[in-house]
């Protein structure tokens, strides 16, 4: 007879039991690992992938911040925290380039002479006198209103939500990008997103391959970083993150005429053309190519068209938004948008942030189509630009943004990202 045997269904039930400690212990040290070093963990979780796979460690990302998200839940519900606005306002001023810099012009009346007037001829029979000739004068200049983004409806109670500040000044002194905030998600309060324009007419957007992603075979010079003839004060004024490593959902790049992934029909895509306008649509229909074009970049599908949320949204699943964190847990969120008249280029990002609060604040902030763009809170990263001596500093959105490496954009990055510059710089 055999004393110490174990029933095997306890058995079973105890390694059960181990398993779920273990994972939960492991979740537990990866939300302590994501929110201490973000870098670290966003490193981690790429060696995990390839020796795990994409799934099994999508999963483990996704409890991790449903486990974040529920502490968060907790501390504003049982605790009475607040939400407060990301940011106290203030704007960001470019330095002048020095070297070609020029006085303003200042329109004046035309000089009057000083000669005093001839004398008038005697009036006689037959004779007119001619009337005196007016002061001469300028002739008026018609002046162009400022740009304003269009007006932002606040989705939640957050005190100065809705409400565009200036954000970006050109050399000249003229707002080229104003910045807002929403909440989009009731259960949420902490979840704000940010909201920047950018004016199309006074800036460009332009695009950057990483020394390492987009993955591609293709022969391509690929430096991963801006040019060094447009990091100059009165040039460079804001940096932003790309989209999805390749690996991730092998979504669309091309630039310069030379495709590093195959661009897939249905997605939704950004494209910069030579001349710098910038259009947004879902590839083969309200998009297709065009030898003008020097930058196509896609990322899922459109999660805003025509000013209305894609229902796709509410899906979690991996084929259709990519192999990676499941669209339905709060994390931090990027994306790009642009107006329905091509004027307005939006950037969004916030934290904790299921897909569909994120598509409901982009349809709520004047956006007629976006695409999401990074996701997790190490790569989602924005930036404006100063110069101080003649060097860039980095000025982050968010405070969180810049705790780890916040100037990853001024090197050699192996990520793609977009910057905008001045006008015809």
């Not at 001829?121 to 740009?147: D, I, L, M, Y």
């Not at 565009?164 to 259960?187: E, K, M």
């Not at 690996?247 to 005429?257: I, L, M």
């Not at 699943?317 to 709060?330: D, S, V």
């Amino acid at each position: 007879m055999e004393l110490n045997r174990v029933p095997k269904r306890l058995t079973l039930t105890r390694v059960l039991l181990f398993v779920i400690l273990a994972a939960f212990l492991v979740a537990i040290g990866g939300y302590t690992l994501v929110n201490a070093y973000p870098g670290t963990a966003a490193q981690a979780a790429d060696v995990l992938r390839g020796l795990f796979g994409d799934q099994p460690v999508a999963l483990l990302e996704t409890t991790t911040y449903q486990i974040q998200d529920t502490l968060l839940r907790l501390r504003y519900s049982l605790m009475g925290s607040k939400a407060s606005a990301p940011w106290s306002g203030g704007s960001v001023q470019a330095a002048a380039r020095p070297e070609t810099s020029t006085p303003s012009l200042r329109l004046t009346a035309l000089p009057t002479s000083t000669d005093p007037m001839p004398s008038a001829a005697p009036v006689g029979e037959g004779t007119v006198t001619p009337s005196p000739a007016p002061e001469p004068t300028a002739s008026p200049v018609p002046t162009q209103a400022p740009w304003v983004p269009a007006s932002l409806i606040p989705l939640g109670n957050l005190e100065g939500e809705g409400q565009w500040s200036p954000y970006i000044q050109d050399a000249s002194g003229r707002t080229v990008a104003y910045r807002a905030f929403l909440q989009p998600d009731p259960l949420r309060d902490y979840a704000v997103v940010a909201v920047i324009a950018f004016d199309l007419q006074t800036t460009r957007l332009n695009y950057v391959l990483g020394t390492e992603e987009p993955i591609s075979d293709a022969r391509i010079t690929r430096t991963g970083e801006i040019p060094k003839d447009q990091v100059k004060p009165g040039i460079l004024l804001a940096i932003f993150n790309g989209g999805f490593k390749t690996r991730h959902g092998k979504f669309g790049v091309a630039v310069n005429s030379t495709t590093l992934v195959p661009l897939k029909d249905g997605l939704g895509t950004l494209a910069i053309y030579r001349d710098g306008q910038v259009r947004l649509g879902a590839w083969g229909t309200g998009l297709t190519a065009s030898p003008d074009q020097i930058v196509l970049r896609q990322n899922g599908p459109l999660v805003v068209q025509h000013g209305v949320v894609n229902p796709l949204v509410m899906e979690a699943a991996p084929e259709i938004w990519g192999y990676t964190i499941k669209e339905t847990a709060p994390i931090w969120r990027s994306g790009v948008g642009l107006s329905a008249d091509g004027r307005t280029l939006y950037y969004f990002a916030g934290p904790s942030l299921t897909l569909p609060a994120f598509a409901h604040a982009i349809a709520g902030s004047g956006a007629s189509d976006a695409i999401q763009l990074d996701i997790n809170n190490y790569w989602v990263h924005f930036d404006a630009i100063q110069f101080e001596g003649g060097k860039p500093t980095t000025l982050p959105l968010f405070d969180y943004m810049g705790r780890d490496n916040p100037n990853r954009y001024l090197y050699a990055y192996p990520k793609d990202y977009f910057y905008i510059t001045a006008a015809g710089r």
